[in-house]
């Protein structure tokens, strides 16, 4: 019996593939966890190519939907078997949907393909959290994790002579990160009870160490702050980083403001967080959102004639939701007269000229916004385990071989974390 782990872009922040293969009795059982796009402008950028005939996958496990970790599961062979949550799974089929009506038909046509894998109940598993599924003699349990996407999951892989935790993208300053350490003594070491051979895990913000970290709760209590004297706000934020969204749309509630999203896209998605994340929390439910269309005709009983949405949105004070595109612009535009202002809500990395990441497009659209009087508000929080949450994990898991950073430009940071050092000791940099 032999368990071999092969960590590939494991030192770079997107499209990291981990392979477990265990050979036993002569059968070979191989898993892959994630395979997904390298981010654009990230300092280190490979594409990790494996040979799909010579090293047949039997399932590929996804932690989570973003595109540098599930991002080119069209490549993967249709014999294989995809693991993902419930809500990853229609939140892409939402992306791909959305795509299929993209001018440009490689894009269209490629979003088509997408969607049939993704609604191929034949191909796909839905992992429910807490709940093995077994793989040939390997056993897989996926445990959800608070990330800024919903529905993210670290797996424990269990062979017959190892067992294996992979966290994926993780945190502890989300709604749901208190739950972390907790969920990790009970259901990950049944309270000492279960060893953990080798831990897996991200190391994103370790390179960023400087960075001062909000939790969530944080985030929100700023922004209703901050909305109470700008009732006029739009904001620059991931479709799908449901935490962050839920943070906004709450303090605009909070001040009597409705949201208002660009495109039919996103509000498809926040209905899909409504349905699903909302069943368990009313923290997500997204029900007093609009589409963007500021000269729609509205009509009520009480009127007595039609009122345009920018006319209720003056009057209420609004909370909209917008990209970074020239075609947004046409939205602020329509509302200077009230002196609105900007929430970006990204990494500022994107707005740095000294970053690989530096978008100069999103760069260029903010400071033309600041040209015209536009307050821009920085208000954001990462969607990574800080330096300080990595080593209360590594402590809490314990691992009694090995400890592999993946998802980091700075494996070495590993070395520096308030671990023992027989801990330090077992961290192996490929």
């Known amino acids: 019996m032999a368990t071999e782990i092969q960590i590939r872009q494991g030192n770079q922040i997107g499209g990291c593939v981990t392979i477990i293969t265990y050979t036993g009795d002569g059968v070979t059982t191989r898993i892959m966890i994630d395979y997904g796009m390298s981010l654009p402008g990230a300092e280190k950028k490979e594409e990790y190519k494996h040979d799909w005939e010579r090293e047949p996958v039997d399932a ?10 599930a991002g080119r599961f069209l490549e993967i062979p249709t014999k294989t078997r995809l693991y993902l949550g419930g809500a990853s799974r229609q939140v892409m089929i939402n992306i791909y949907q959305a795509l299929t009506r993209a001018r440009d038909q490689r894009t269209a046509s490629s979003a088509r ?11 796909i598993v839905e992992v429910k959290r807490d709940t093995p599924m077994n793989i040939g003699p390997v056993t897989v349990t996926g445990y959800e994790v608070d990330h800024s996407a919903c529905d993210a999951y670290m797996y424990l892989i269990e062979t017959p002579d190892k067992t294996i935790l992979h966290t994926g993208d993780f945190r502890g300053h989300g709604y749901r990160g208190k739950a972390l ?10 309270n000492g009870r279960r060893e953990v051979d080798i831990l897996i895990t991200e190391g ?60 039919d896209y996103v509000c498809q998605q926040l209905r899909t967080f409504t349905e699903l994340a909302g069943a368990k929390t009313d923290l997500y439910r997204f029900e007093k959102a609009y589409v963007l269309r500021p000269d729609q ?29 020239d075609f947004c612009e046409k939205f602020i535009n329509e509302f200077l007269d009230v002196k609105p202002v900007i929430v970006y809500s990204m990494w500022d990395g994107y707005l740095d000229p000294e970053k690989a990441a530096y978008i100069p497009q999103w760069d260029a659209f ?16 990462s969607g990574h385990a800080t330096a300080e949450q990595l080593a209360q994990l590594i402590r809490a898991v314990n691992p009694k071989e090995a400890i592999y950073p993946i998802h980091t430009e700075r494996a070495e940071g590993f070395g520096e974390l308030d671990i023992p050092q027989e801990l330090k000791e077992k961290i192996k940099v490929i």
């Open 113 to 123: 393909e997408a969607l049939a894998v993704l609604r191929d109940d034949a191909r």
């Open 366 to 381: 903010l400071k033309r916004q600041q040209a015209k009087g536009v307050e821009v508000k920085h208000l954001h929080t």
């Open 297 to 325: 005709e509205l009509h009520q009983k009480a009127w007595d004639k039609p009122r345009k949405q920018k006319d209720l949105m003056r009057e209420q004070g609004f909370l909209a939701l917008i990209k970074s595109e």
């Open 60 to 69: 590929v496990l996804f932690t989570h939907y973003h595109g540098d970790h």
């Open 181 to 190: 350490l907790p969920m990790t003594n009970w259901y990950i070491r049944r």
């Open 204 to 263: 994103t913000m370790l390179n960023r160490r400087s960075e001062k970290v909000k939790t969530e709760a944080e985030l929100q209590a700023e922004a209703r702050e901050y909305f109470r004297e700008h009732n006029y706000a739009f904001l620059i934020c991931s479709s799908t980083n449901l935490d962050s969204l839920a943070s906004f749309y709450q303090a605009a509630r909070r001040n009597g403001m409705y949201l208002y999203i660009y495109n």
